[in-house]
């Protein structure tokens, strides 16, 4: 990610104008690591033990419905109803469509003999993002975290 001066059509595009400017800020090109969120189980729970666990991810309470070993996934039900599919290596699924469901989060499981001791999001762009004056993004799905241009 660098601070850059660009002109580029999709920029245009997204903010719905026509013709081309350079514009000052930051050019985020597809696939483009932004951050992982990772939860650290210092106590580790027994796999088999997790579902009705409450956990929460981003500072939102979410209640663990089932967790399964092929593939290595925990499905996750949100306070709003929401159903969230963490599926190891792969991404995210949300209300069993794949369509609904945010193309650049990936959710990591590591189980250790029989315990969970780390789940991991991954957050890496799908499309190219820009970030200036006239545009942020927001951590799809989950809302809770935004990149926005401050001076």
């Given at each position: 990610m660098?601070f ?8 245009w595009?997204?903010?719905g ?11 985020i090109y597809?696939n483009?690591?932004?951050?992982n969120y ?5 106590d580790y729970v027994?796999?088999n ?5 409450e956990i929460?991810l ?12 092929l593939p290595?996934?925990?499905t996750?039900k949100?306070?709003k109803g929401?159903?969230i599919?963490?599926?190891s290596?792969?991404?995210i699924?949300i209300?069993?469509?794949?369509y ?7 959710s990591y ?11 991991i999001i991954?957050w890496?762009?799908?499309d190219d993002y820009f970030?200036t004056?006239s545009?942020n ?5 989950f ?5 926005l241009?401050?001076?």
């Amino acid at each position: 990610m660098n601070f850059t001066v660009f002109s580029d059509p999709d920029y245009w595009y997204l903010l719905g104008l026509t013709g081309y400017a350079s514009v000052t800020g930051f050019q985020i090109y597809s696939n483009t690591f932004i951050f992982n969120y990772t939860l650290d189980f210092s106590d580790y729970v027994p796999w088999n033990k997790l579902a009705g666990s409450e956990i929460y991810l981003f500072g939102k309470k979410f209640t663990i419905k089932e967790t399964n070993d092929l593939p290595l996934s925990i499905t996750l039900k949100s306070e709003k109803g929401n159903r969230i599919d963490l599926i190891s290596g792969a991404g995210i699924e949300i209300n069993y469509s794949p369509y609904n469901s945010p193309n650049d989060l990936k959710s990591y499981i590591v189980k250790d003999n029989g315990y969970l001791t780390k789940l991991i999001i991954e957050w890496k762009t799908d499309d190219d993002y820009f970030l200036t004056p006239s545009m942020n993004f927001t951590l799809p799905f989950f809302d809770i975290m935004r990149l926005l241009w401050r001076i």
